[in-house]
């Protein structure tokens, strides 16, 4: 069975400065791999997602990731961050659809990022 | 493109109750899951439905179920409704890995 570990609940930075959020997976087969934001009262909004190719994956709002297959890690990166990046972010692993899995999602346990002035 | 309607966005319901959401997916997916999501346990896996057929479902009890049409709209019914059972319902629609999700539906079981 496939799991994921977000390894800090919370982060606080300051404005403008980097900020990465860890996040490993175990899984014995094939997986694609997501990070999606969400903001207070809203659903999930995909920020990123790896499928294949490239293991730098860029996404929306300037963040981007890097699929390391022999770490089993997928951290979310940003090198300057804004106040409006305050939410809740999660990494989620699913099965390949070559591996013959379905859209079930695994989710980690979420890490808020929260950015002071 | 529309996205994901998830409908309606905050419902309250007394314990007993029984309880139906529904999830309108984007126009051309054909999968629909559902995942239930409360500060205790994060977001968990309910179901997943395909062309009408549930193809996958979570470690949730029977009170808790599902159906898709033919229009790929789906719906979620939790019966028997238990205090627990209060948390922000998740619809993702999905095409090829891609995974999208609507809003969600505040339930609040007092």
């Known amino acids: 069975a496939q799991s994921v570990t977000q390894l800090d609940s919370q982060v606080p930075v300051f404005e403008e400065a980097p900020v990465e959020l860890r996040c490993n997976y175990s899984s014995s087969v094939s997986v694609y791999l997501f990070w999606y934001v969400q903001y207070p009262n809203q659903g999930l909004q995909l920020l990123l997602k790896?499928?294949?190719?490239?293991?730098l994956v860029k996404g929306i709002n300037g963040f981007e990731a890097e699929f390391n297959k022999s770490q089993t890690s997928f951290h979310l990166r940003k090198p300057s961050v804004h106040i409006s990046d305050t939410a809740e972010y999660f990494c989620?692993?699913?099965?390949?659809?070559?591996?013959?899995?379905?859209?079930?999602?695994?989710f980690g346990k979420g890490t808020k990022l929260t950015v002071n002035p | 493109k529309a996205g994901v309607t998830q409908t309606p966005r905050y419902l309250i319901k007394t314990r007993g109750q029984q309880v139906t959401l529904s999830c309108s997916p984007i126009?051309?997916?054909?999968?629909v899951s559902w995942y239930q999501q409360t500060p205790g346990q994060g977001l968990q896996f309910l179901f997943e439905y395909f062309s009408e057929t549930q193809r996958n479902k979570g470690n949730f009890p029977g009170r808790f179920s599902g159906r898709q049409f033919s229009n790929s709209r789906s719906e979620m019914n939790v019966s028997t409704l238990e205090l627990g059972d209060s948390a922000l319902y998740l619809c993702?629609?999905?095409?090829?890995?891609?995974?999208?999700f609507g809003q969600g539906t505040r339930l609040t079981v007092v």
């Open positions: 126009s051309g997916h054909r999968s």
């Open positions: 790896y499928l294949s190719g490239s293991t």
């Open positions: 989620a692993v699913s099965l390949s659809l070559t591996q013959g899995g379905s859209e079930k999602l695994v």
């Open positions: 993702a629609s999905t095409l090829t890995g891609r995974v999208f």
